[in-house]
């Protein structure tokens, strides 16, 4: 299926919430869980602490991106704004995003499998430069970082922290984020912020 097809149908059915195409592959997710749900919010916080204090950029949540040719829907997304030299626009109405963001987060369960297999796929292709997968059965954080040609896993500080590349003082504390210390993450968010001074 090609994307003005999908997007045609995605539109004509009101009752439809949630699906992705990758690759020509629509993907209909199963329905959200709590353990899906209990990592969705703190992330929103972490990268909503982030925000407060940084113009230029915007997160999206579960937002459909018109991607290459496909259009995936991220759990969430932080970009540039254009204004900011960011890496993607909006179609002509406003509707959609257009293009890369600069850091797409995925809460993996029981979409492990395409999150991160054709997604992840897709965002190294698309250009994609920062990727936050959230293991939810293994209890793990992978963050990615585009070099060249592939994504490399980013490690984590000698304080345990992982930095972002490409939103300076960006910091996320796994740890804190796994065992939802949500003190611990607004913790680290703040200790990144002030590293920018």
């Not at 990592?39 to 916080?45: N, R, W």
């Not at 963001?101 to 297999?117: N, Q």
């Not at 293991?135 to 963050?143: A, F, T």
């Amino acid at each position: 299926m090609n994307r003005e097809e999908f997007l045609a149908r995605w539109e004509a059915d009101p009752f439809l919430k949630k699906a992705e195409l990758i690759e020509g592959v629509v993907y209909l997710p199963s329905p959200v869980s709590v353990p899906h749900g209990a990592y969705d919010s703190p992330l929103h916080l972490w990268l909503g602490l982030y925000r407060i204090r940084t113009p230029g950029c915007q997160i999206l949540a579960n937002v459909t991106w018109m991607l290459l040719d496909s259009s995936p829907q991220p759990d969430i997304a932080m970009r540039r704004l254009p204004e900011a030299g960011g890496l993607s626009t909006t179609t002509a109405k406003g509707d959609y995003p257009v293009g890369p963001a600069e850091l797409v987060v995925e809460i993996c369960r029981s979409s492990r499998s395409y999150d991160l297999g054709p997604k992840l796929a897709l965002y190294l292709k698309a250009g994609v430069p920062e990727y936050l997968a959230v293991l939810v059965e293994e209890q793990r954080v992978e963050w990615r970082i585009l070099e060249g040609d592939r994504y490399v896993l980013l490690a984590p500080d000698t304080d345990g922290l992982l930095k972002s590349r490409v939103f300076p003082g960006l910091w996320l504390d796994p740890k804190a984020l796994l065992g939802e210390d949500l003190a611990a993450l607004a913790a680290a968010v703040e200790l990144g912020l002030q590293s920018r001074s």
